[in-house]
């Protein structure tokens, strides 16, 4: 689970001002706080004329506290007629304070109360990470670093253009005002960027200076009789520059989940998305389960699969609740999951997991035997892993309510079967099966899940197809079972009067048909998982669905710009050690979710267009590397 985060205790000192009793000092000046945030933060990055005018604007802060300077900010942006088209606040918080919590600290500022209610609306989980929430109908993106802020300052990828050095005083927290916090700092800083902060302390100046900060002490805050704010001067390349200005246009092949999902991110940035299914409507491939499965896959060690998939689910949570709110067609169910363990081994695995420091019960709990036996209704002989806010969905309604989202900015083409893509003239076109073009656009995303190597330049990546075989049960077959069970296999609530179980696995399997075999084995795992439920079940007869699942070597997805093709065949699976291996202008690819895609699809998408359009990203470095198609690039010989 990552490093344990503990919460802020919520208290006031004897003025009436919020107060850590941890470090002995005060989240903000005695004398006002939104006050204080506006003299020093906002005007000390001469905010708002910086954000006039641009399409986006990057804000970085060092600690959010209980969000007094992001709520502040927020109000006066959205009072600014001429303010950026979006804002994106980052920020860091070790000790973030529980949602009733922040509820009575923010009551303090009663000129924010709307503001403070959207925001607690969609407070995160206390789970350490990164938790992207959505503001302002989209235009705000908060971006809440959870965790230490040393570790989190070196993760992040963004070019900031202001920074807020915010948090307790030097002499109670002396690890954020240290010289790594501020090369930290200087490494996310956007050429010209700025910095304020109320701390004028020597060693801070020193530090800030020798990352080539120029520096300014400027009349403090009320009782504080000095500020320091900062520009950065550096020439050096920025790690993660802005992508240079474009149309914003994109042709997207595939309308399952994963494509489905980038067009909805897409229009909401305001670009116009085609969208080229094969198929007769969306989410007829791999998305046309009547229901998939939605929870993570925690491990002791927080793999990278266990934080791609907490990651994944924390943020497919936020969408799906983002379009049931909008009235758009998706179906889902907060039934809650369980995973039950494999042998004693695994469920004594389990049980550390779930009861290791900081792991949230809203967010995992690990049930005894006889406790998961209450819950499914049904003797089990182990128990596992219980996610209360894990459930089902069904994924061709998502894929719908996607690409319903913005119908202004979103064309799909269904029976538009895409055989050849190419670029002439700064453009990708995609043509049909006579040579023919198809629609053109400066940028082109492939999500067409395993047909991708089918096209030129994805014939490298070493992706396989999995085919993989659901069983439809008839709800007057088997016992009632309310919740998502986990484990060798899986069962979902019932859908329509159906309950799925499955799935089989089997690589490079081109067969469509239904097999027997396969529903024997669906039946097997489930047995296994809970004996006897299947007493009245014959394998005959019963219908269910074939799917081919485009699987990654390292099963994890396959996410952003692509590279030129490699030179050297038959070395596809071999790690390539360069960095920044040269890509293809305007070419990106969201592949290989497995068998993960409910889960994956919309951080997927957030991803990628914030790799599209230079926005801060939502998943830390180390991430961002595991997800890199270049990964899959042979060595180059010596």
Request: with cysteine; proline share 9%; charged share 20%.
């Amino acid at each position: 689970m990552g490093l344990p985060l503990v919460p802020a205790p919520l208290a006031f000192n004897p003025e009436g001002v919020l107060w850590s009793p941890d470090y002995q000092d005060v989240y903000h000046s005695r004398y006002g706080g939104p006050e204080q945030a506006r003299h020093v933060f906002l005007g000390g990055n001469d905010l708002p004329a910086r954000w006039r005018g641009k399409e986006q604007f990057v804000i970085l802060e060092t600690g959010f506290g209980a969000g007094l300077n992001f709520l502040t900010t927020w109000d006066a942006w959205r009072a600014d007629p001429k303010s950026s088209s979006r804002l994106h606040f980052v920020s860091l918080e070790k000790h973030p304070f529980a949602r009733a919590d922040l509820q009575q600290a923010q009551a303090r500022w009663p000129e924010f109360a709307p503001l403070a209610a959207e925001l607690r609306a969609r407070w995160p989980l206390p789970v350490s990470g990164i938790h992207r929430i959505r503001l302002n109908g989209g235009r705000l993106l908060l971006t809440l670093a959870l965790g230490d802020a040393q570790v989190v300052l070196r993760r992040l990828m963004l070019a900031a253009d202001a920074f807020y050095l915010d948090g307790f005083a030097p002499d109670r927290n002396a690890e954020l005002w240290t010289a790594d916090i501020c090369k930290g700092v200087a490494r996310l800083a956007a050429p010209g960027a700025t910095l304020a902060t109320w701390c004028v302390a020597g060693h801070l100046r020193a530090a800030l200076s020798a990352c080539e900060f120029a520096l300014e002490k400027r009349q403090g805050f009320a009782g504080k009789r000095q500020m320091l704010v900062g520009r950065y001067l550096s020439r050096k390349p920025h790690p993660y520059p802005a992508p240079a200005p474009g149309e914003r246009r994109a042709l997207i092949i595939g309308a399952g989940v994963a494509g489905a999902s980038v067009a909805a991110e897409l229009a909401e940035q305001d670009w116009q998305v085609t969208v080229l299914e094969a198929r007769e409507a969306p989410g007829q491939g791999a998305s046309g389960n009547i229901a998939g499965v939605m929870r993570p896959l925690p491990s002791a060690d927080d793999n990278f699969l266990a934080r791609l998939t907490r990651a994944g689910f924390l943020a497919a949570r936020a969408h799906l609740e983002k379009l049931t709110a909008a009235g758009l067609p998706v179906r889902w169910g907060e039934s809650g999951a369980l995973h039950l363990a494999r042998d004693a081994e695994h469920e004594a695995a389990q049980n550390k997991t779930a009861r290791a420091p900081g792991v949230p019960a809203e967010f995992l709990q690990y049930l005894d035997r006889d406790a998961a036996s209450a819950l499914l209704g049904w003797p089990v002989s182990r128990g596992g892993w219980y996610f209360p806010s894990g459930g089902w969905v069904q994924p061709f309604s998502l894929c719908a309510a996607n690409l319903a989202s913005d119908p202004r900015r979103i064309r799909l083409c269904c029976n538009t079967p895409v055989t050849a893509i190419s670029r002439t003239d700064g453009m990708w076109q995609a043509n049909d099966a006579n040579g023919k073009p198809i629609a053109r656009a400066p940028h082109l995303v492939m999500a067409s899940g395993v047909a991708a190597p089918c096209f030129a330049p994805f014939a490298w990546l070493p992706q396989r197809s999995a085919r993989g075989q659901v069983t439809w049960l008839p709800e007057n077959r088997t016992p009632p079972l309310n919740i998502l069970l986990c484990g060798r296999g899986y069962a979902t609530p019932l859908v329509d009067g159906m309950r799925v179980i499955g799935a089989s696995y089997r690589l490079e399997d081109a067969e469509t048909e239904l097999r027997l075999a396969d529903h024997q084995e669906n039946l097997s795992k489930l047995e296994a998982m809970l004996p006897g439920f299947c007493a009245r079940v014959t394998p005959e007869g019963l219908r269910g669905r074939v799917g081919f699942r485009p699987m990654s070597p390292d099963r994890l997805p396959i996410v952003g710009a692509v590279p030129c093709a490699p030179s050297v065949p038959h070395a596809r699976e071999r790690p390539r050690r360069s960095r920044h291996p040269p890509v293809q202008p305007g070419l990106w690819c969201v592949q290989g979710f497995g068998s993960r895609g409910v889960v994956w699809s919309a951080l997927m998408a957030d991803f990628l267009v914030s790799r599209m359009t230079g926005a801060p990203l939502p998943l830390p470095y180390d991430l961002t590397r595991a997800l890199a198609p270049e990964r899959f690039l042979p060595t180059t010989p010596s």
